[in-house]
């Protein structure tokens, strides 16, 4: 039995219907009524974090190479849209017969500054995930400057009034490590593409607070998200894009459901729980562990020791 309706993600801003990681998407995803959005993040050459899932540039923009080797400006010099389904319709389309310049909110680079403005702007309560991607050439400065850009937004101490409410996930645990003892009242997710030892029977490892299986996970071990409710832990599961998946996460009770496709999943949830809308709050995950006593010294030397999370998109 269904009772709370769970959060909403637009995964990478909804990358079913818009190019992954624009503006345009994560507008987009906020109008169909999402309770919030996904990003991943990595450092550039000169220290920008940047909204891009892959470690090189091809797949998604008309470059090559690695985000981690270029400038915020080379990055920015790119198109990050073109290469979507959507660029065949109207002005985003290459060589469209149309005088009509390109919408740079389709195709420009979208840095993490950019979208927490941009969140902070949108008039409505917003959560956001982020995801940082490790290994690294940058190790521990990646969760250094979010930290530095979340203060810079006033976001690092979590107030029940703020207009952006932020999570931090990663599948290194290290890095979670480090956001906890940075910023200790931020929430974390530990991501899961497989099942580490403990984590089957509930328990997280230290500065995780939100489980984050992938959709496959939860297939395989049907008993993992009432194990992880048992030992008092929330679940956010990715990546949830059809029917099948969304009934049975909806039927294993979890508490945020990450998804390419969020009007999709809002329509059947909708259908699923009627009279409840997408702006009902979910008190489960409203629960934010904000003690303060568990800041810890991280050791530096971490990119050898986080786990390697593959560059295939998710």
């Not at 207009?163 to 931020?186: D, E, K, N």
């Not at 030992?231 to 979890?254: I, S």
């Not at 934010?288 to 990119?303: G, K, L, M, P, W």
Request: hydrophobic fraction near 40%; glycine fraction near 8%; proline fraction near 8%.
């Amino acid at each position: 039995m269904i009772r709370d309706r769970p959060l909403v993600f637009a995964h990478r801003g909804g990358a079913d219907a818009l190019p992954e990681h624009t503006l345009a998407a994560y507008l987009r995803a906020l109008d169909e009524g999402a309770d919030g959005v996904e990003c991943d993040v990595r450092l550039t050459r000169d220290g920008h974090l940047v909204c891009v899932h892959d470690r090189r540039l091809n797949r998604t923009s008309n470059g090559t190479g690695l985000v981690s080797a270029k400038t915020l400006a080379e990055l920015d010099a790119l198109d990050f849209g073109s290469w979507h389904p959507a660029a065949a319709v109207g002005s985003l389309a290459e060589g469209a017969q149309t005088d009509e310049p390109r919408v740079p909110e389709l195709t420009k680079l979208l840095t993490l500054d950019r979208l927490l403005g941009a969140l902070r702007d949108h008039g409505r309560p917003v959560r956001l995930l982020i995801e940082t991607k490790h290994p690294t050439r940058y190790g521990a400065d990646v969760e250094r400057r979010l930290v530095e850009m979340l203060r810079k937004h006033d976001l690092a101490e979590p107030r029940p009034d703020d207009p952006v409410r932020v999570t931090v996930m990663s599948f290194a645990a290290l890095a979670l490590r480090r956001i906890r003892a940075l910023a200790p009242g931020i929430p974390t997710v530990y991501l899961l593409e497989i099942l580490p030892p403990g984590v089957g029977g509930g328990r997280l490892p230290f500065g995780a607070r939100i489980a984050g299986p992938g959709v496959s996970l939860i297939r395989a071990r049907p008993t993992l998200v009432s194990n992880l409710r048992a030992a008092g832990q929330q679940t956010f599961v990715w990546t949830v894009n059809d029917e099948p998946d969304l009934d049975l996460v909806l039927a294993q009770g979890v508490n945020g459901i990450i998804t390419d496709r969020p009007k999709f999943v809002l329509d059947r949830l909708a259908k699923a729980l009627p009279g409840v809308t997408p702006d009902t709050p979910n008190p489960v995950s409203d629960k934010i562990d904000t003690n303060r006593s568990a800041q810890i010294a991280v050791s530096e030397a971490d990119s050898q020791t986080c786990r390697n999370d593959p560059t295939t998109p998710r």
